[in-house]
T-cell receptor
Framework: DQQVKQNSPSLSVQEGRISILNCDYT??????FLWYKKYPAEGPTFLIS?????DKNEDGRFTVFLNKSAKHLSLHIVPSQPGDSAVYFC???????????FGRGTSLIVHP | EPEVTQTPSHQVTQMGQEVILRCVPI?????FYWYRQILGQKVEFLVS????????KSEIFDDQFSVERPDGSNFTLKIRSTKLEDSAMYFC????????????FGPGTRLTVL
């Protein structure tokens, strides 16, 4: 039962270009969405979040877009840097509980 | 910057044995969580813990699992009789309160059940 789907297991981008990571969800009760970044041998690190009352949230080079009608969100990284190379997890939560349901992750590789 | 720590980093055990995974939360954090990630799979919620009680638990968290905070600092996950399918990375996470969206994760313990 994949309530949060990240259909691209990997993404390769040139340094300086835009990275776009996509995420789809099926549960219409989700009202809070998060992105986590994970380096090897480390735990996930919170990156950015968005509430369902917004359609965009920006933090420096990171922007998350939410399209509620399509049940789709995306993370844009501009410009991409080699240090951004990591696994990115999309997650969603509902009902005031901040316990997220995670996707399987997308491995981003940014080439110098 | 304060961080969540977990020990051991890697635990190898025989099927049927008991294991205890340990987590030291960030000192002023009150809410604690365990997650696991089976290799190649998604991160899955196991249990949340507040005020010395389980707040929520998932279907995965059955009778073979238990959590406690025995000494006011460590937060432990015990698996009573390990199975092969318990092999996974186990992550502890903590938050200062549930109104914050930031869960701070530890580096994980890799559990291998033989």
């Amino acid at each position: 039962d994949q309530q949060v789907k990240q259909n691209s297991p990997s993404l390769s981008v040139q340094e300086g270009r835009i990275s776009i990571l996509n995420c789809d969800y099926t549960n219409s009760m989700f009202d809070y969405f998060l992105w986590y970044k994970k380096y090897p041998a480390e735990g996930p690190t919170f990156l950015i979040s968005i509430s369902s009352i917004k359609d965009k949230n920006e933090d420096g080079r990171f922007t998350v877009f939410l399209n509620k009608s399509a049940k789709h969100l995306s993370l844009h990284i501009v410009p991409s840097q080699p240090g951004d190379s990591a696994v990115y997890f999309c997650a969603a939560a509902s009902g005031g509980s901040y316990i997220p349901t995670f996707g399987r992750g997308t491995s981003l590789i940014v080439h110098p | 910057e304060p961080e969540v720590t977990q020990t051991p980093s890697h635990q190898v055990t025989q099927m049927g044995q008991e294991v205890i995974l340990r987590c030291v939360p960030i000192s002023n954090h009150l809410y604690f969580y365990w997650y696991r990630q089976i290799l190649g799979q998604k991160v899955e919620f196991l249990v949340s813990f507040y005020n010395n009680e389980i707040s929520e638990k998932s279907e995965i968290f059955d009778d073979q699992f238990s959590v406690e905070r025995p000494d006011g600092s460590n937060f432990t996950l015990k698996i009573r009789s390990t199975k092969l399918e318990d092999s996974a990375m186990y992550f502890c996470a903590t938050t200062r309160d549930t109104s914050t969206d930031t869960q701070y994760f530890g580096p994980g313990t890799r559990l291998t059940v033989l």
